[in-house]
């Protein structure tokens, strides 16, 4: 499938909270994996060229032995790449970040940020952004934590909202319990989950997110189980014998039986290659007939 100017629109649009952003939007997390800075802002500027406006981040995606700086040796952090590459920023452009989990320095996650840690993790989003307001914060839960921990998590972020530092906000990792209660606290614009077609744990919360009207983000889409170890080289399963009927590729399978779970689904395939990219964006165009997806569904 070949890429045209805005092709980000085939995939079709989505109100997150007062903006319309397209459905088929790109994630950050890969774009410190390779050692090249410039390579990362290209990737970003295509994305946006291509008409890709709903980006997703985090002050946390910077992994150890991620872009180093030239001879100063400086992590280069996926929310600096972001500013870098697209500053001034387009009107149109909503970046969605997100804080919670502590990071330490080894690579691990410390326990879940309190309430003066998130407001810190804001500011710093702030800062490497550039903005004075951060369009939408998730609430990325790491540990173990019940609803009434979202809760009063969820309420330091309200009232940062309140200040005019957030303008939605939403929540990561969670599940239908923690949507509740944070809906008590705040209006929920959006729940990122890992979910993919081989990946299914969150099929109701999906839905349950459909029927509320929030928008449903999915991480690992491409990955699936493989999770963080990335897109694997196999090209066995379902979505293979369709991509090879179709003319496209498995990743371009697995990305439309996504997009097709419901209106309230936004993508946000993470990566470093611009062929990637393109190739991921294309995506968006290409409808599965219901046998398709019957046969996309027996993979679960
Ligand atoms: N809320 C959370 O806790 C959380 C957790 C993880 C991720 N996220 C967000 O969700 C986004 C998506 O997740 P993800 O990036 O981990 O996984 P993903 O989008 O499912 O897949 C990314 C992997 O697939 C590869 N890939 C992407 N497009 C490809 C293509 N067309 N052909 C072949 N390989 C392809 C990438 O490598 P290349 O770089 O080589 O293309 C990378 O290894 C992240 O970027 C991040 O913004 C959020």
Known sequence: MTVKRNEASAAGEWRLGDRVVKRMGFGSMRLTVRADRERAVAVLRRAVEMGVDHIDTAAFYFSPGGILDGESGTVRYATELIREALRPYDQGIFIATKVGPDPRPDGGWGEAAMPGQLRRQVEENLRRLDVEALDLVNLRIVKPVGPEGVAERFGALAEMRAEGLIRHL????????????AEKVAPVACVQNAYAVDLRRHD?????????????????????PSREAG??????????????ERGVTGHQVRLAWTLQQGEHVLVIPGTGDIAHLEENVAAGALRLSEAEMAEMDQRR
Request: charged share 30%.
């Open 231 to 244: 897109a694997g080289d196999g090209d066995s399963g379902a979505e293979w014998r369709i991509a090879r």
């Open 170 to 181: 939403g929540l990561s990792n969670v599940r239908v319990e923690h949507v509740d209660a």
């Open 204 to 224: 109701e919360l999906l839905r349950e997110c459909g029927k509320r009207g929030i928008a449903f983000v999915p991480f690992f889409t491409i990955a699936g």
